[in-house]
C-alpha cells in the first residue's frame, strides 16, 4: 500500500504543467468522469458544458483548492454533495494545467489558469475555512448567464389600453428587435403599464424526446409551438405561481418555431417561461424572470443585522446587471447601479431573499423581498464619460459610492433616516474640481413640487432636499452641485 501511494505521489509530482490532461485523469477524472461528464452515470456533477469552469478562473481555482460543499445545480441537474479540497494535494502549476486543460476540453474556449494566478489565489484564501459553500463562492463568483435554446429571437412591443390579451396579429408594433440573449425580457418596455409583447423565434431542441414548458404571467400570457397553442396564463393576476401552466410536448431535434404573447395590464408586471428536457431534472429559464416550479428553492432571507446594513451583489429585478443591493436596519433598501451612478429602486420591508440565486445556479433576475418597490431611475444619473469608482462601508456597513467626472469626485453616502418612518437619506456631495456637476435623481418618474417644498415622485416617494435645488425637465429631474457643495436629500415613501 505504501509503495503504491509513494509511486503515485511520484508520479504526480514527476508530471508537470504540459501534462494538464493526464493530471486531470489522475485527480479529478474518478469523480467527474474520464469524458468529463460525471462518473458513475452522473452521481457527480459534469465539467463538460459546465458553467462553473467559465468566464473567470477564479471560481474553479478556488473550488480546486478548498473544495465545495452544499447544494449546487450543474446543466439542469441538482447535487448535493461534497468535493474534498485539493490543496494539499497539487502544486499551483499542476492547478493551472488541469484547469487550463478542462477550460480547453469539450468544446470550451476559457482562457488559461497560470500558476501565478493559483499561488495568488491560494495565499489569499490561506485562511479560509474548507470546503467553500455555494452560497460563498457564487457570491463572489456570480455563474455567467448561458445561451438558452431560444434562436433567432425578435421581440415586438405594442401599446394600449386593452382589458386582456389582444390578438397582436392585427396589431401595429412600436419596435422589432433582435433579442441575441435568447431570454424573454421586459426591462426595455416603453412604459410600465398597458403594454404587449411578441417573441418569436425558434426553441432548438438539442435532443429528441418528451419536453415539459412552464409559464407564469403578470398579468396574461401565451405560447406556441409549431403553430399550436401549447400554453396560456389568462386574465389579470400576480405571477406568483398559484396562475402558472405547464404542459409537454414530443419534440424531434432541431429548431421548432416558438411564438410568446404576453401582455401587461397595470401594476407589476413579468413573465416567466421554463422548459426541461430529457434527462434534466430541474427548470431552465427562457425568460429573465422565474416562478415557483412546485418545490421551491429553499428561502434563504438576506438581512441587516440591529445596527448594520448588508451588502448583496447579485442580479436584482428591476436594476442594471451591476446592481448593488443595501438592506439597511429599520426595513429600508437600496439597489445602487454601479453602471449608472444612480439609485435605481428603493423599497421597504424585507431586503432579498437569497435562495434562488444561490440554490439555481445563481441564474436570472431576483425581485425585491419586500413592499412599496419604487423604481427611480434606468439611465446614468451622471454626465458621460463618467467612471464608477467604487464604494466604502462606514462602521454601521452604510455606503458610499464614488464616480468621477472629470477632475471632480461625486460621492453619494446613503443611510437609514432617523424619523421614526421608513425613509433614506443621501448626501450627495461634489469634491475636487472642475464645473458643476449635474445629478439625475429620476428619469422616469413623474415629478412635482409638494406644497412643503418637496420633490413629490410619482405621488410614491417624497424627497426633501437640503442644500441644492432640483429642477425638472420632462421626465428628468435633476440636480447641479459645484465643487464643494453637499446636499442632504431624505427619501420618504408615501404612507
Ligand atoms: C472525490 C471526488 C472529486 C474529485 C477528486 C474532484 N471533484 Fe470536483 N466536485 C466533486 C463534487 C462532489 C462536486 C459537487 C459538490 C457539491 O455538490 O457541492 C464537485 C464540484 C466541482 C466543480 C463545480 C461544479 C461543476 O460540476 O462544474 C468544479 C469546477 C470541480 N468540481 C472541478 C474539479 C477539478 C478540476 C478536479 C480535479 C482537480 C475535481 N473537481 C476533483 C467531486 C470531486
Redesign the pocket.
Known sequence: MLTRLLLFLSLATALSAQDGGQL?TL??S???GADGNGATGGA????AG?P??KGDGER?TK??LRG?????Q?LGNR??????P?SAV?ADDQ?AA??TH?RSSWGHAESPVTADQVTKIRAATADHPMPWT?EEILHLHPLPLEKTPLKNLTSQVFLGDWPQLPDLSKLKPESVEEEHSGILSIKQAPRKDHFAYLWQGDFEAPVEGQYYFLLDADDSARVYIDGKRLLEVRGIGAMDGTRKKSSKLKLTPGPHAIRIEFFEFMGNEGIALGWKGPKMNEWEWLSESHTSTGPQWPSIPIEPSVDRAVIYRNFINGASARGIGVGFPGGVNLAYSADHFAPELVWTGKFMDGGHHWTDRGVGYEAPAGEHVVEISNESALPAGAKFRGYQLDAAGNPTFAAQVGSATVLDAWRPAAIGQPALTRKLSVTGSGKAVKIVLSDILNAKATQSGDVSLNGQLFIHIEGAKASTTGEITALTLSPGQIATLTYRWNP
Do not use: D, K, R, T
Open positions: 486531470f485527480y479529478c474518478a469523480c467527474h457527480f456533477p459534469p465539467l459546465s462553473w469552469l474553479a473550488i480546486v465545495l460543499e452544499g447544494p449546487i450543474v447535487y448535493n454533495l461534497a468535493m474534498p485539493q497539487l492547478i488541469i484547469l478542462v455555494p
